[in-house]
């Protein structure tokens, strides 16, 4: 161990190996739990594609697209920075304070619910307008109209597995997970492939275990004893609803601003062939699915350096920073060569349709290398999020998603050669500038010592919560006479 010195305390750098072990005990649960909340989506396109309806599993993209553009955008933008607020409150040992942020991102996807039902309504005239194929459209309002129930336990859970995750309880979180896509797993074969319901049995699948998720994340959070310290009244006074919305809308727009570029090349795909736009979709689904490993080892380390941030270890907070990029790289590339090992098994799980399959398998080459890309953007996003700097990255991505990413595919794929290969090519180029850009942002202004104490201040910046504590202590001394108390306060 190495001694430095903070302004606060001393402080004793963990080694590598000792990094290392903090990182795999939060980052596998992690890990196991996004693998497994991804799979209901995956598993739904591999049980349609077995049975081979094209429609169907063009269905189920295009309404997965609908769902990210904006209700699962917003789920992420909000709750996401429940992170940043959770995690320093923990570090902090600030339970209630982290309980008042919970109630408030929770209240906060109630009120947000409610307007998404208009965009899964008229989801199907959106596609259209859009030129997506009148069958494929159809099937993909079905499936998001039969999936609306499951959207609002989504929301919920989403609010709620923050709290398990930034409380350091990822191994409930991945239990819960586990549980619930087994469940889906069985319930999408008997509806799917016994049943025959088609795009209406992945959906009822899929609620199904959204629920579960919704059900168990709750039931564990008052039944653990630290989880539980965060069980705080409903108090709408106390609710940090200006931090929350603050913080939480430009984290809408940074993600906000990646995935609806993503969706835009899956949507532009259509111009090429139907057959493309599946291929395309399906490679693109699956790197998401493989990306879940980085992004809980990017929960890990945002976690870590929050809550450091939080108890005031400005140097831990630090180190763990430049660790980020120590073994990012050598696990990007592992997974790379991996995955180009495994090609073939990996295009054959989403069917066995001849020209999907062969489509998947000449794009796999550079499918892996943004995935390179993106898997480090993931493992740099872990200090966005645990230093709050969401308003930077909103415009980080916005000059490498809005003004690379799309000028660049609709040029090369509509003036040019027109084949899915230019839509990975784009997404590499974006993937490259956006981490350039993260890196410029984090190191070049961000992560010092005196700008991780400006950002700590990001846990009380309501300063009337410290208002109302102080008070509070007042009103509960029953020794102090009511004139003492008015004077005191």
Known sequence: MTEKHDNSKVFIDDTCMQKTKNLVQIALPAIFALFFSFVPELVNLHQVGQEGKAEEINGIALGNIILTILPFTVMWGFCGSLDTFLGQAFGAQDFDLAGHYLNAGKTLMVAVF????????????ILVTFGQDSKSSYQAWLYLIYLTPGIFFMYQYDAQRRLLQQFKMVKLQAMICFISAVAHYILSYQFIREQNMGVIGAAIAT?????INFALAN???RWNPILSRANVRLDFTQMRF???IRVGF???????LKWWSFQYLILLAARISIIDQIAFNNLFNFSYLIITVATGISNAFSQIIASSIGAKQYERAKSYGKFVYQQGVPLALCFCIILQLSKRQISLFFGSDPLILQKMLDSFDLASIS????WFQQLQLSMIRAIGLYKLASFTNF????CVLIPFATITVIYFDASVYSLW???IVAYASVNTLYFFAIWGCNCSIKQFKKNQGILHSDDSYEVQQEKQKYMDDEALSKDLKRKLI
């Open 399 to 402: 000059m490498a998603y809005e």
């Open 242 to 244: 200006r931090n929350l």
């Open 114 to 125: 409610l307007p998404m039902f208009g965009i899964v309504y008229f989801s199907e005239t």
């Open 371 to 374: 995935l390179f890309f993106d």
């Open 219 to 221: 039931v564990v959070s």
């Open 425 to 427: 090519v784009s997404l």
């Open 250 to 256: 430009f984290n809408m727009t940074m993600i906000g």
């Open 207 to 211: 609620n199904i275990a959204y629920f």
